[in-house]
């Protein structure tokens, strides 16, 4: 079994920075990729920012240039830095990793972390 605990959310003024974690544990030889995703009130959950296990990053055309993904293997830990946040970016945000094991690869989630932007 794989867990996933998220950490970093909170509230931040229209401008502000956040800093989300995401460490895996559990059973896990290794991690394809792993990636965030929100979801705000009303609204299907949609993916912000991945991240391959090579390092290859893909996002999400509203948070270009403001948001970064990166990843520490040796930690099994995905990060998603945001900077330049604004009331839109309001969500509960998600980490998923895609783990392979002997039977198949499996995707798993984090509980969710809020993160509010407001003044």
């Known amino acids: 079994q794989v867990q996933l605990v998220e950490s970093g959310g909170g509230l931040v003024q229209p401008g502000g920075s956040l800093r989300l974690s995401c460490a895996a544990s559990g059973s896990i030889f290794s991690i394809n990729a792993m990636g965030w995703y929100r979801q705000a009130p009303g609204k299907q959950r949609e993916l912000v920012a991945a991240?391959?296990?090579?390092?290859?990053?893909n996002y999400a055309d509203s948070v270009k240039g403001r948001f970064t993904i990166s990843r520490d293997n040796t930690k099994n830990t995905v990060y998603l830095q945001m900077n330049s946040l604004k009331p839109e970016d309001t969500a509960v945000y998600y980490c998923?990793?895609?783990?392979?094991?002997?039977?198949?690869?499996?995707?798993?989630w984090g509980q969710g972390t809020q993160v509010t932007v407001s003044s």
């Open positions: 991240i391959t296990s090579g390092g290859s990053t």
């Open positions: 998923n990793a895609d783990v392979p094991t002997q039977t198949g690869a499996y995707d798993y």
